[in-house]
């Protein structure tokens, strides 16, 4: 098993920046793609942004250019770098990790995000 720990969520003014932090132990040897899901109210789930164990990224097209994920292998920690935040960046933030190529296997307890108009 994995257990993931978010942490840096808050309340932010909108064109600010949060930093989100997810470590992860455990069993840390079985995963590969570790990723940011968000959940606003009334929406589903969405997969924000996704890095593999070697770095390769992924982005949802309504953060690209402002959010930056990243991966620190030795730490087992993946950040997610929230810059030029909109009200509607507004949500529950989950840190997830996967054994392939999809982090869905495994999932944080999740951190609020809200950023004030």
């Known amino acids: 098993q994995v257990q993931l720990v978010e942490s840096g969520g808050g309340l932010v003014q909108a064109g600010g920046s949060l930093r989100l932090s997810c470590a992860a132990s455990?069993?840390?040897?079985?995963?590969?793609?570790m990723g940011w899901y968000r959940q606003a109210p009334g929406k589903q789930r969405e997969l924000v942004a996704g890095?593999?164990?070697?770095?390769?990224?992924d982005y949802v097209d309504s953060v690209k250019g402002r959010f930056t994920i990243s991966r620190d292998n030795s730490k087992n920690t993946v950040y997610l770098q929230m810059n030029s935040l909109k009200p509607e960046d507004t949500a529950v933030y989950y840190c997830?990790?996967?054994?392939?190529?999809?982090?869905?296997?495994?999932w944080g307890q999740g951190t609020q995000v809200t950023v004030s108009s």
């Open positions: 997830a990790a996967g054994r392939r190529y999809v982090p869905n296997d495994y």
């Open positions: 455990g069993s840390i040897y079985s995963i590969n793609a």
């Open positions: 890095i593999s164990r070697l770095g390769s990224t």
